[in-house]
Structures are given as structure tokens and as C-alpha cells.
């Protein structure tokens, strides 16, 4: 792949991280390496393995081919509605602190609905906390 090819995939991993309000730490946990290293990847001054690739598509829920894909008009498929991407990137945007408190008011909040799916998972978000 040459130069300029490289640069156009990073910078569609670039620009669907920033339209998923996604923080390249988020990113870096997913992938399994530090901020830092993350950086250099998305900026072209490290390499980035397929399995990383694997694990960035994975984190922003997009097909791992969209990166490499030569339309440029295509974007991925979301597989959520849009009031579930919203709470998605709500959620990404925060720090760990925040989501925390994010988490707490959605079951202070849903507590009281007695549906089982819904208590189902609020007890998973329980413990997950």
C-alpha cells in the first residue's frame, strides 16, 4: 500500500473515531496498548497490525474492511437505532468517573420497571459496576 493510501485509511479510522465522539484512550484500552503508543498508530508513525485492526473495527462497531474500502462515501452500517448510537457516544464521551454516575441514574431511574429483560439487566449493570 503506498504512502498515500496509508494516510486515506488512517484517516477514515481518524474521522470515524471523531464521529463516534470516541477518545483515542478508549480506543488504546480496546486495542490493548497506551494512549501514546495508539497515537502514533492513528498518525502513521507505527504500524498497525491486523488483529489491531480487528479490535479498533470491533470497538467502533464497524465492519474492519470499511477502513480499506475505496469508496470514500461509504460508511459503515450502524446496527443501532439513533437514540442508541446518542447514548453510546454519551457514554464514550465521559470519563470512567462519569459513566460510573451515568450508570447510577439509568438504574435509579429504570429500578421501579418490572419487566424482566429490563431487570435483567440492570442487575448486570449492577454488578458490573
Known sequence: MGSSSVQKVLERLKSLREELALRQDYIARSVGVDRTTYLRKECGSVPITTEEWVKIAGAMNADPSYFFKACDGVKPQPELAG????????????????????????????RHIRRKAVQETLKLLRSDA
Do not use: F, H, N, T
Not at 83 to 103: A, K
Open 83 to 110: 437514540r442508541e448510537r446518542l447514548l453510546i457516544r454519551l457514554y464514550r464521551s465521559l470519563r470512567p468517573p462519569e459513566q460510573d454516575d451515568l450508570v447510577c441514574a439509568v438504574y435509579v431511574k429504570c
